[in-house]
């Protein structure tokens, strides 16, 4: 089975600093690979998709993800962090069974940026 | 247009009540999902409706019933529930043919079941 391991259940970072979210992926097949952000007391919202088209996605809001195949990871990063990045983050893998899509994700990580 | 709205936004519920929980979405999407989520926990699938028929069931209580009436309308109807019951259901569309999916999630129920 796939699945998606996030290193790091916490995060903080100053503002206009370096973010890194980790997460590594666990797949036999070559994955669909999926990041999602949920503000406070909303749903989650796409970031970015790997499709093997390019190892690096670019994604919404400044973000952007490299794919590793050599490492199995799929780290999330932002060169310049912003008071309104402070979010969960989850990283999620899709599996693809007789058409049907089914999502798992990892188990999150919060970001908070300090000012 | 590209949002999946959900109604209500909160419920509260006794265990002996029986409510829905509503899920639109006009994007022409053929896929749709239920979610629920803990506090601080992520999202754990529960069931997944493929052009209206119901093609993945994660093992969820009979208390939880859902129900597609059409390929926009998603219902989640809930009876007899226990207070552990109570999270964030989240759902969800996709197109359902475009590789890789994009599900599309809606702000969420908050459910509290006293």
């Known amino acids: 089975a796939q699945s998606v391991t996030q290193l790091g259940s916490h995060v903080s970072v100053s503002e206009g600093a370096l973010v890194l979210l980790r997460c590594n992926y666990s797949s036999s097949v070559p994955p669909y690979l999926f990041w999602y952000v949920q503000y406070p007391n909303q749903g989650l919202q796409l970031l970015l998709k790997y499709t093997s088209a390019a190892t690096l996605v670019k994604g919404i809001n400044g973000f952007e993800a490299e794919f590793k195949k050599s490492e199995t990871s799929f780290h999330l990063t932002k060169p310049s962090a912003h008071m309104s990045d402070a979010a969960e983050y989850f990283c999620?893998?899709?599996?693809?069974?007789?058409?049907?899509?089914?999502?798992?994700f990892g188990t999150g990580t919060r970001l908070t940026i300090i000012p | 247009d590209t949002e999946v709205t959900q109604t209500p936004k909160h419920l509260v519920m006794g265990m002996t009540n029986k409510k829905s929980l509503k899920c639109e979405q006009h994007?022409?999407?053929?896929?749709m999902y239920w979610y629920k989520q803990k506090a601080k926990k992520p999202p754990e699938l529960m069931f997944v409706?493929?052009?209206?028929?119901?093609?993945i069931n994660e093992s969820v209580p009979s208390r939880f019933s859902p129900e597609c009436p059409n390929s926009s309308l998603l219902n989640l109807h809930l009876h007899a529930l226990q207070p552990e019951d109570s999270a964030l259901y989240l759902c969800?569309?996709?197109?359902?043919?475009?590789?890789?999916?994009?599900?599309?999630f809606g702000p969420g129920t908050r459910l509290t079941v006293t």
């Open positions: 999620a893998v899709s599996d693809l069974r007789l058409g049907n899509e089914k999502l798992t």
């Open positions: 969800a569309s996709s197109s359902g043919t475009l590789i890789p999916p994009e599900q599309y």
């Open positions: 994007m022409g999407h053929r896929a």
């Open positions: 409706y493929s052009y209206e028929k119901l093609s």
